[in-house]
């Protein structure tokens, strides 16, 4: 069975469908590419998966369960977290009370409690989980300094360091690597293989190809909110409906 499947999802906006039928599954272990052009339905997919749209047809499946229409939290609770495209952290908190809120989920206590250490026995484990991630995450020198003094890259760590804090099962990356240079891209490849090599299915919305080719062994490709295609890197490269949705036609990916 696999971890997560899309079955015949749309979603309209009024008089506009942003995804129309859409279906396809993520095998436990994977790192999945999702790619396609601006508005080809991406981030829509994401919202959904995570619960902050309600699909308007089709359902969403973890572990066989439908999730559609879950609350984000309930959906978050059961392991599936989303980081997003704007690197989002409390920026006047340090790197380790930025980890610190991230378990507020596993914790079962709110955020206030996690930041003011408060609630006893969950949040002296709450602090062990944050140590955990920083340190796995390669920030634990890092973890007195402010999330705002951080560089780009230690900042993306960080946003993965606090969604690894509630203990996911799945993953969801939304541009992980835009405005990166190369080696702060490369690094981020790095993290994200030992994501998922410590259990973690990843699915990761990204445009930068050599990223997405490096790191998934499956692709799927949207455009115009519909499925276009689905294949190995390799596959996904030489398709010229590929080709054609990014670039007109007549290059290669």
Same mark, same amino acid.
């Given at each position: 069975m696999p971890l997560l499947e899309i079955s015949k999802l749309t979603k309209h906006f009024g008089g506009l469908t942003a995804l129309n039928d859409v279906s396809f599954s993520v095998d436990r272990g994977e790192i999945r590419g999702l790619i396609g052009p601006n508005g080809a339905g991406k981030s829509t997919m994401f919202k959904n998966i995570a619960g902050f749209y309600t699909p308007s047809a /089709? *359902?969403? !499946? !973890? *572990?066989g369960e439908s999730i559609r229409g879950h609350a984000p939290h309930e959906i978050a609770g059961r392991g599936v977290v989303r980081t997003f495209q704007e690197t989002t952290l409390f920026q006047e908190l340090s790197v380790f009370q930025?980890? !610190? @809120?991230g378990c507020h989920l596993r914790a079962r206590t709110n955020i206030v409690s996690a930041v003011l250490g408060l609630d006893g026995a969950r949040q002296r484990a709450a602090r062990q989980k944050a140590a955990e991630v920083l340190e796995f995450m390669g920030l634990s020198e890092r973890r007195d300094q402010l999330a705002s003094e951080l560089p780009l890259g230690s900042q993306r760590a960080l946003a993965v360091a606090i969604a690894l804090a509630s203990s996911p099962r799945l993953l969801l990356m939304d541009e992980p690597f835009a405005g990166m240079n190369p080696e702060e891209t490369r690094q981020m490849m790095d993290l994200t293989r030992k994501v998922n090599d410590s259990g973690v299915t990843v699915v990761l919305v990204e445009h930068d190809m050599k990223a997405v080719m /490096?790191?998934?062994?499956?692709?799927? @490709?949207?455009n115009f909110g519909t499925l276009l295609t689905e294949g190995s890197p390799e596959e996904i490269r030489n398709d010229e409906r590929v080709v054609r949705a990014y670039l007109? /036609? /007549?290059?290669r990916l």
């Open positions: /089709g *359902d969403i !499946l !973890l *572990d930025n980890a !610190l @809120v /490096g790191l998934c062994r499956q692709i799927t @490709v949207l007109g /036609g /007549g290059h």
